[in-house]
């Protein structure tokens, strides 16, 4: 459950800053986001690895509250929210299969908290404090000491004037991060509904 909770939040390195943050960080007009699609590698530091376990895959927004999430190696796996719903499929013999069970409560209310700061809400958030930085960062640290022991904070990092992110660093102890570095962003294109639906 660590584990998924550290994806999650990392998925809202695509986030986009509210029209307030995007002209105070960027000096920018607000950027209307109907829907957002991207590739990342992310990188995981650990004090008893030699050098990062190194991850990669695409990332799938649409407005107001679908995800999609897939890992491509080393390890095939499809997080998707159709419409608020959340389902997790991992790659077995070339078959998807679903996984079940305890999690998926938490899953959702950890992936609402996503597509809100997708949607622009990242000074809103129950969960986090932002305090934004110059240079295009935005810190978020958690206000209840519960997840503060899993997550000490959250740094996200603008993509020059778009509003997109460059990166997002999570640091779950003194030593270990996870960075999820992002490319070929695409803003507001459409995406066929059967993308949140089927891996």
Do not use: C
């Not at 719903?85 to 069970?101: A, H, L, M, S, Y």
């Amino acid at each position: 459950m660590r584990s998924l909770i550290v994806v999650l939040f990392l998925a809202a390195g695509l986030g986009f800053l509210s029209p307030a943050q995007a002209q105070d960080v960027a000096g920018q007009s607000p950027v209307r986001v109907d829907s957002v699609q991207a590739e990342f590698t992310q990188e995981k530091h650990l004090p008893i690895l030699v050098r990062p376990i190194i991850s990669k895959g695409t990332f799938v927004f649409q407005a107001p509250a679908s995800l999609r999430w897939e890992y491509l190696s080393p390890v095939h796996s499809v997080l998707l929210m159709d419409d608020g719903r959340p389902r997790k499929f991992i790659e077995r013999n070339d078959q998807f299969v679903e996984e079940q069970g305890m999690g998926m409560d938490s899953m959702a209310i950890v992936l609402q908290e996503i597509t809100g700061w997708l949607d622009g809400h990242i000074s809103d958030t129950p969960t986090f404090k932002a305090k934004v930085q110059e240079g295009g960062l935005i810190v978020l640290t958690p206000k209840e000491a519960a997840l503060a022991r899993i997550i000490s904070r959250i740094e996200l990092r603008l993509a020059g004037r778009s509003g997109l992110m460059e990166s997002v660093t999570l640091y779950e102890g003194p030593d270990s991060l996870t960075r999820l570095i992002f490319s070929h962003g695409v803003l507001n294109e459409k995406i066929p509904p059967a993308t949140f639906m089927k891996p």
